[in-house]
């Protein structure tokens, strides 16, 4: 008997009682779609944190020192005599962060002010859409500019026209003298909510004489680590005890997330294995009760000629099928959650990769036929004489 | 030329405990082809012991069984399963047709084990149904027939595989009579035809219709011959159990 004869057959036995391989499957399609939801949901979450770090500057290297600690600290000029005479690392630029009330007349917001330099715009690849970035001079004179983000410029200002008008950070005014391109829609918290002031202007709102944060950039995306390290060797030498220092590259950061993304996603789709293993055992447990309910339709099979293989391979695809199509349900509503999740919890468009449909898929057919296997061995070895006296 | 079918011997015995029961009590019978013999005893006389250890569904405790010259005591289920296919065509009581397929997949079902092709399958199995005049009900299921039509349908089946025995186990044992009449007919007819067939019935009316008549009684065989000399056997047997 063949193949294709075996499947129209499983798939009528299926269909004559509905209800029951519902409920049989039902195993199966959760644990196929809790699996397909979780690599999902994970999968874009990834992806979302991985291009907000991208955005960032897969080659930035973040340096900060302790200022109370430390008993030397690096002044920018000597941050910027060390980049240029270093290969390995490219450019430089101190980094602050001011916690500040940003306020116009038409809207108050608290969040943070970055302080940077005329280099800053250029490392992070900032482009100016309007007006310019801040400039040396800037800098220099400690001027009260400000570059803005597509956020500020849409929220704290009525019209088009942004440059040259004023807002308030912590109560000292400043002109805005560049509007930013728009990445994000120009959502609050997104990329495009940043103020941006010379780094002098903010030490001076501070309070503070010194510049405790720096960010860096490596010339070579490959020689990051190597980037680092010299970095490493320079604070040492300026700053001393490694204590009172952190040098953090983006890359390691994106390593070590990504590295605890995979670690949790593969706990979760263990756990969610586990479900996948209750549905295989919900299969063979009713493959058992189908085969002592079909003991005669096997004796009647076996008094006219069936072999073991042809008992075996019907109840094993009956079981396949079972679960086969229990794993396409899975697989089609855990996709539907997953999209529906993905656009209500990450606001991303989440689509279910390839890989992890196929080998869901495969999965299922594997249950199936695993936990088919020992209801068809049974059913394939009943004596046909007993099968045949069965009622 | 050897028989057909020839039983040397044959014991079955179950234990139960310390009881024994012996079904088949050295039974030594030969059957040669295009016979047609009717096995005949009381209830738990072990008529269908017999039959099923002469249709390969049960194996014999001792004794040995010769099918077409072949000995099949020690062939695997496999094997057995074999010869049923190709040579052995069963009519069950109770006609043991599979309820959730029509007629035309139920007659085909030897074929399709034979491994048959499609064509072949549905061209012998429409050739059988016509055989037993249920062509037209071919796409019907068991359920939607009387009792004579799915007796008729399980004939069919039998038929299916050519196979060189028949055996029926009471056939007419679950009609009445009338349509026990038309069943019996229709196995006179296939004898008739050149077909070797083994019935077994508790029915001395059925069993004057064969040929041949094998009497069992508490697994042994008392009479063995033709069917007009049983009639004898069987009156003085009739007068002992009242
Ligand atoms: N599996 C079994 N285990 C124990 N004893 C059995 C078994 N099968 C049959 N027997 C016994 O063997 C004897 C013969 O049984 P068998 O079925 O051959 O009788 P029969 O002649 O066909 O009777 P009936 O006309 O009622 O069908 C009976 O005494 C029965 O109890
Ligand atoms: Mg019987």
């Known amino acids: 008997m063949g193949f294709a004869k075996c499947f129209k057959m499983a798939v009528s036995t299926i269909w004559a009682s509905k209800v029951r391989s519902f409920l049989t499957m039902l195993g199966i399609i959760i644990g196929i779609s809790a699996v397909i939801i979780l690599v999902s949901l994970m999968g874009g979450l990834t992806q979302q944190l991985m291009d907000m770090f991208a955005d960032l500057g897969t080659n930035s290297i973040q340096v900060t020192i302790n200022q109370r600690a430390a008993t030397r600290n690096v002044e920018p000029d000597e941050m910027y005599e060390f980049t240029d005479g270093n290969d390995l690392v490219e450019n430089a630029s101190p980094s602050l962060t001011v916690a500040a009330t940003v306020k116009t007349s038409k809207e108050n917001k608290s969040g943070t002010v970055s302080g940077v330099s005329e280099g800053y715009g250029d490392m992070r690849r900032l482009n100016v859409t309007q007006g310019r970035f801040i400039q040396y001079s800037d800098v220099m004179s400690k001027s009260s500019v400000c570059v803005i983000g597509a956020y500020q410029a849409k929220t704290f200002f009525d019209d088009g026209a942004v440059i040259g008008r004023e807002l308030k950070i912590n109560g000292t005014p400043f002109t805005v003298v560049g509007v930013l391109e728009e990445k994000e829609d120009a959502a609050s918290g997104s990329g495009d909510d940043v103020v941006y002031i010379p780094y002098t202007s903010a030490m001076r709102l501070n309070a503070s004489s010194v510049v405790s944060s720096y960010l860096l950039t490596a010339a070579d995306e490959d020689r990051i680590d190597e980037a680092t390290s010299s970095i490493k060797q320079f604070l040492k030498n300026k700053v001393g005890d490694e204590d009172y220092y952190m040098v953090i590259s983006m890359k390691e950061l994106i390593d070590q997330m990504s590295m605890m993304m995979n670690s949790m996603q593969t706990v979760l789709v263990c756990i969610a294995g586990i479900s996948l293993l209750v549905g295989g055992i919900g299969i063979m447990n009713i493959m058992l009760v189908s085969v002592t309910e079909r003991t005669r339709e096997i004796g009647i099979r076996k008094s006219l000629g069936a072999k073991q293989k042809n008992i075996m391979m019907q109840f094993v695809i009956e079981a396949g099928t079972v679960s086969c199509i229990g794993g396409v349900i899975g697989i089609i509503t855990g996709a539907l959650v997953a999209i529906l999740a993905g656009k209500l919890l990450l606001d991303a468009s989440i689509t279910p990769s390839a890989a992890s449909i196929v080998v869901a898929f495969g999965v299922s057919v594997a249950i199936g036929i695993g936990f088919g296997y020992l209801p068809a061995k049974k059913a394939a070895q009943l004596n046909p004489i007993d099968a045949l006296r069965y009622d | 030329m050897s028989a057909l079918i020839e039983l040397k011997d044959i014991y079955k015995i179950y234990r139960m405990g310390d009881n024994e029961v012996r079904a ?49 005591g020690n062939y695997t289920d496999d094997e ?28 085909a079902l030897p074929l399709v084990y034979a491994g048959a092709s499609d064509a072949e399958q549905k061209e012998r199995a429409i050739a059988a149904l016509e055989k037993v005049g249920l062509k037209d009900k071919a796409k019907n299921y068991p359920s939607q027939l009387s009792g004579g039509q799915q007796q008729r349908a399980s004939i069919a089946r039998a038929l299916a595989g050519n196979p060189s025995v028949i055996l029926a186990d009471e056939p007419t044992g679950a ?68």
Do not use: W
């Not at chain 2, 057995?80 to 007659?107: C, D, H, S, T, W």
């Not at chain 2, 069943?183 to 009316?205: A, C, P, R, Y």
């Open chain 2, 80 to 107: 057995l399963a074999e010869v049923r296919n190709k040579m052995l065509g069963f009519i069950f009581q109770q006609y043991n047709l599979l309820p959730k397929l029509n007629l035309l997949e139920n007659v």
């Open chain 2, 175 to 242: 009609l009445d009579s009338k349509t026990g009449r038309d069943v019996m007919m229709f196995l006179k007819q296939l004898h008739s035809e050149g077909n070797t067939i083994v019935l077994i019935t508790h029915d001395n009316s059925i069993a004057a219709q064969a040929q041949r008549v094998v009497r069992i009684t508490d697994g042994r065989i008392v009479y063995d011959g033709a069917a007009s000399g049983d009639d004898v056997v069987s009156r003085q047997e009739k007068a002992g159990e009242y």
């Open chain 2, 24 to 72: 088949l009590d050295g039974i030594s019978l030969s059957i040669d082809k295009g016979e047609f013999v009717a096995i005949i005893g009381k209830s738990g006389s072990g008529k269908s012991t017999c039959m099923n250890i002469i249709g390969c569904l049960d194996v014999a405790t001792s004794g040995t069984y010769r099918l077409n010259g072949k000995n099949i």
